[in-house]
């Protein structure tokens, strides 16, 4: 390790003062505080008198020399505290020679922040009684014993490089539970051990080693939060054993990384953390990594993504007092029982931003040739390397001055080992464990059993036994972009819209837009003028005679109020008056008296009409707007008219909608986003990606926005940017599931395995967690909750990726409102083949909804892909479904009609396959197959998910075969579910054929209302006029006809033919 200088630095620790304390004879004891550092005893303070007050000042510094070219090393600091021991000197008695002394307590400082840069810090730490003490009969008001610490070195201990570039890996280990039956806790002692392997500088690696753990025969659940402890042994106060601000918290198994956090192990594991046996450790290890050092770590997470860690028990062996202890060699391989290995996934800390791995592993037994086919290891940590950790196995002193106060006559506290034992892990110069990549001969070591047998080990298997392990480290291995930093790149390649200018109100412009009105009223009644009496004028010019112009405005009323334009123009002038009372006359309130109404009456008429004069004496300019005629089409309907084009294949007529939507609310970025999905459609990717750039210019949280630019970015290869916008989305939604499936896939087209996983394993949790969420709102809302507390059924359905098909109908409608999110809530809007109320069963499926509903079909054939080869997906309905439907896109009539037959074979009663067949064999020309189709997608219970065009076609194919009757309930059943221009169109057809004119009429009206440049429906209107015998309608009709170009020659001959039946009709006669 890199260090600041090459020679060793004192480290010093002081303690000032002690507070609170109490000895056992008298109230002013004397004492003295011990400091011990890796077992060695650094000094003893001055014996001092602890005031009545309970306080004592002590002043007494120790040091140890810090060097790490062969002595205390950065990693000696990081898993290693200070001991310090409080002990009281009692008075000498008559006749005695030496003093006598017993232990009040012991406290422990934490090193760690000398390894987060810092030169010095000062603490209070608590002083933990041991059996015995005084200090434990303080009462439970009273505060707690502590003294007053300092640590301080002349410079840091740490480079900068090694504090950017170092990390600090802490391992933890909870708990092995539902431990084989053959475990009992009578009999000889056992040492029940668990280890892995640190990559360290090189190749070499780094044991870490947790040993004595306890085996507990169950009945309840371990309590959290509780303390984690030193990997030490023989810690004289019990609660010095619990390392500071250090905590296993637990947390829900779905949010665990390890193997059993699926629901369907649920209550497996309530039953194995309450009932069954567990053998408990609570450990924390903790290793300094220096440069070198984590690269190598991240190297080997690439390498091998499942690292081996193994447990075993050891008997343990008393060492006879005063005789040397030996240990039988021959028997060192008999020591070795019950070896098992759990095989714990790393790659998760390779994750962007994850410094925290936790979770439950199954434990099997150790296998040569698995181990090595998992982990490349052909290495046991236990049986080939560590025979002497097992040779120190036994019970006996420490090199301690304190070693007697812990013999006792339990031998199950009574663990005494070796330095390395006690530390839970040897030193680095003790042993060289080889690398787990290392590579070795292909002959078995000679004392190896056995390569594919191993009993005891399986027991595990049997047993069911897993180990609760925590990875936790300092720093991320790889640092994930903050949400600021996304946003800020966002906001540089689309920068913000500013809000349209606010319109000015007040007065002037109330009286500004009075005076426009009156212009423009001005000009219509002119042009109306001009239009009745212009030939009269032009002849007459100069010499009109007042009389003649009398005459002429008489009938200009006349003509005005029969027409109804007189009452219109009121209307239209009407809004800037109600402008000019509110803003200029501030009256928004009622009057209080009849009196005081007529008074503002006539005050307001005098106004009103000397602005009238100021504007017909100003000078018109020639570039007046004209008045817009009034909207009768709302947003919704142009979407939907827009869709219909779209199906029909009349691109022009549908960007006309999409494009008059955005003129009339330029700023709604949804009207942008179905412009951008139409431009796709259109495979004009630029239009699209400035259509869905701009709706995110107006919105940079808008969720769908950043999800549909970075889809365009990965269509044009910038690639670049993609990952900008689904970083985004992911941070500002976590919960999106289409979000992270996209960041996924982006992942996968740059061959990023590791990141491709974390993205999907997300998106997935997700998944599962919104299904469980909803799955429990239902069995509230039915009363029963046992899922709750016995982990229910459901969650069985559940796995890799995704969730059966099996519990996707058990959903209820939060889930149907959570997945609908993308949708519109006019669901005919969009044609997709699954049901609106369908619940995803994957995470791929799911944004293929979502890709489908925006038309990037080029990019839904990678994510079948996913959904074919998906655990819990494959050739499911929806997935044939969704293949015919991009054919049916393509033309493909072939291949549709085989991936349909797939999709019948799985789901025969699905109506959304008869819907799509029924529109294949409608595009193909087979219309008598069509109308079965139709017909039997209409009588499910359920509707499909596109019932607007089933009625459509349904409609028009009765009318073709002339079943009239049918086709007027058709036409109507659409008219009340998604009114528009050719559900009306279709309803009048239907009535005009039955020679019921009046209801044709009035349907024909409603369409003409919805889109007045649709010929077929003026032809029909020329046919009703005709027939009703209105010569004028029926000439004009027939005018719009034409104009229009009609291109049912057919009809347009029916047209002439009743024409000339009645005589009338057609002006060129």
């Known amino acids: 390790m890199e260090q600041v200088s090459s020679t060793s630095r004192p480290v010093q620790i002081t303690v000032t003062d002690g507070y609170d304390l109490k000895g056992f004879k008298g109230d002013t004891p004397v004492t003295f505080i011990r400091a011990e550092f890796s077992q060695v005893v650094l000094g003893d303070s001055a014996k001092v008198t602890v005031s009545p007050e309970g ?73 933990h009684p041991v059996p ?66 640190v990559p360290s500088v090189g190749e070499k690696d780094y044991p870490i080693l947790f040993k004595n753990g306890t085996l507990k025969i169950g009945g309840e659940r371990e309590p959290v939060p509780r303390p984690k402890k030193w990997p030490i042994a023989n810690i004289l106060a019990p609660g010095a054993n619990d390392i500071p601000n250090a905590f296993i918290v637990g947390g829900p198994y779905e949010e665990e990384e390890g193997e059993l956090n699926h629901p369907e192990d649920r209550e497996f594991r309530n039953q194995a953390e309450c009932i069954k046996k567990r053998i408990t450790w609570d450990l924390e290890s903790r290793c300094y990594l220096d440069p070198p050092a984590v690269v190598s770590f991240q190297k080997r997470i690439v390498d091998c993504r499942f690292w081996p860690v193994e447990i075993t028990r050891v008997p343990l062996t008393t060492v006879p007092k005063g005789k040397a202890a030996k240990f039988d060699k021959t028997d060192d391989e008999s020591q070795l029982s019950f070896h098992g290995v759990a095989y714990v996934n790393m790659v998760p800390l390779l994750y962007p931003g994850v410094k ?72 680095p110069g003790d042993m060289q464990a080889p690398s787990i990549k290392s590579q070795s001969s292909d002959t078995p070591l000679e004392f190896e059993p056995s390569l594919s047998h191993n009993p005891e080990g399986q027991q595990y298997v049997e047993a069911g036994t897993y180990i609760v392990l925590e990875i936790q480290l300092d720093k991320a291995l790889v640092p994930k972009r903050m949400p600021e930093e996304l946003a800020r790149r966002v906001k540089d390649m689309i920068p913000p819209r500013p809000p349209l200018t606010r319109r000015t109100g ?38 009109m005679d007042s009389e003649t112009l009398e005459e002429q405005k008489c009938q200009l009323n006349y003509e005005l109020n029969c027409s109804g334009k007189y009452f219109a123009f009121k209307e239209q002038l009407k809004h800037a008056v109600v402008k000019i009372v509110r803003e200029k006359y501030l009256k928004t309130t009622s009057f209080e008296s009849q009196e005081e109404l007529q008074t503002f009456i006539s005050e307001l008429y005098v106004f009103l009409v000397d602005q009238m004069h100021v504007a017909l004496n100003q000078t018109m300019p020639d570039d007046v707007q004209h008045t817009l005629s009034t909207i009768y089409t709302s947003n919704e309907q142009l979407r939907l008219f827009a869709f219909e084009a779209e199906v029909n294949e009349n691109f022009e007529m549908a960007a006309v909608y999409y494009e008059e939507r955005l003129v009339r609310e330029p700023q709604n970025l949804e009207h942008w986003l179905d ?68 960041l996924g896939l982006y992942y996968e087209i740059q061959n990023n395995d590791i990141r491709m996983e974390m993205a999907f394993h997300e998106a997935f949790k997700q998944l599962q967690a919104r299904m469980l969420q909803a799955q429990v709102a239902k069995q509230r809302g039915t009363g029963t909750v046992e899922y709750i507390e016995e982990g229910g059924k459901v969650g069985s359905s559940l796995g890799p990726w995704g969730i059966t098909n099996g519990s996707a109908t058990a959903m209820t409608v939060e889930a149907a409102a959570e997945t609908s999110k993308c949708q519109d809530s006019s669901t005919f809007l969009h044609p997709s083949p699954y049901g ?75 109506p959304n396959v008869w819907g799509m067949k029924g529109h294949l064999y409608f595009l193909s020309g087979n219309h008598a197959e069509a109308k079965a189709c139709y017909e039997r997608t ?46 009306w169109l279709g309803l009048g057809i239907a009535c005009y054929r039955l020679e019921e004119l ?51 020659e057919t009809l347009l001959a029916e047209i002439h033919m009743v024409q000339e039946a009645v005589g009338f009709g057609n002006p060129s006669f």
């Open 132 to 197: 015995g003490s005084p200090l434990e009969s303080l009462r439970s008001g009273a505060k707690q014993c502590s003294l007053e610490v300092k640590v301080f070195v002349a410079e840091p201990l740490l480079t900068t490089a090694q504090i950017l570039g170092g990390n600090l890996l802490k391992v933890t280990l909870e708990a092995a539970y539902s431990v084989p039956e053959s475990f009992i806790p009578v009999g000889p002692l056992q040492n029940y051990m668990v280890g892995l392997q």
């Open 836 to 910: 609106v109320s369908q619940t995803p069963a994957t995470i791929f499926m799911e944004t293929i909804r979502f890709l489908m509903k925006v038309n990037a079909v080029q990019y839904v054939h990678r994510v079948l892909a996913h959904e074919l080869l998906c655990p819990q997906g494959g050739p499911s309905c929806e997935y044939y479904l969704v293949l015919a439907q991009t054919h049916l896109l393509k033309k493909d009539f072939a291949k549709a009609e085989e991936y349909l037959q797939q999709a019948a074979q799985m789901d025969y009663l699905n």
């Open 998 to 1048: 009046s209801e044709a009429e009035d349907a024909l009206s409603e369409a003409n209302a919805l889109n007045n440049h649709n010929a077929e429906v003026w032809a029909y209107l020329a046919l009703v006029s005709l027939k009703a015998g209105r010569e004028l309608e029926a000439e004009q009709a027939y005018k719009y006809t034409m104009k229009l170009k009609l291109k049912d």
């Open 506 to 543: 007040g007065a002037q412009k109330a009286v500004s837009d009075y005076h426009m009105q009156i212009k423009n009223i001005s000009r219509a009644i002119l042009d109306e003028y001009h239009r009745m009496f212009g030939k009269q004028v032009a002849k007459l010019g100069s010499d």
């Open 675 to 742: 412009y951008g999905a139409f431009c796709l459609l259109t495979e004009d990717n630029i239009k699209a990606q400035e259509c869905f750039r701009r709706a995110l210019s107006f919105n940079q949280n808008h969720i769908h926005s950043l999800l549909l630019c970075g889809v365009l970015a990965v269509l044009m290869e910038n690639y670049e940017q993609a990952e900008i916008f689904f970083e985004d989305a992911t941070c500002l939604e976590p919960t999106n599931v289409v979000a992270w499936t996209l």
């Open 938 to 983: 209409i009588s499910f219970v359920v509707d499909a998910s596109e019932m607007h065009f089933i009625f459509l076609r349904l409609g028009h194919i009765y009318l073709e075969e002339k079943e009239y009757e049918k086709a007027k309930k058709t036409y109507l059943q659409a008219c009340k579910r998604s009114p528009s221009c050719l559900t």
């Open 356 to 427: 925290r791995i936790r979770g439950a592993f199954h434990v099997y037994p150790y296998l040569d040739s698995t181990v090595y086919e998992k982990t490349k290891c052909l290495f046991s940590l236990f049986r080939d390397t560590g025979h002497h950790l097992i040779q120190n196995n036994k019970i006996g002193g420490i090199n301690s001055p304190l070693s007697k106060l812990v013999v006792s006559k339990n031998l199950k506290e009574d663990k005494a080992v070796k330095e390395k034992d006690i530390e839970g892990r040897p030193r």
């Open 55 to 127: 306080t004592a000042k002590y002043n007494f510094t120790s040091s140890f020399e810090f060097n790490p070219e062969g002595g205390i090393t950065l990693d000696d600091l990081a898993h290693k505290p200070v001991f310090l021991t409080m002990t009281e000197v009692l008075p000498k008695e008559k006749k005695q020679k030496d003093e006598k002394t017993l232990i009040l307590g012991q406290a422990v400082v934490d090193l760690l922040p000398l390894l987060e840069g810092e030169s010095s810090f000062e603490t209070i730490i608590p002083l």
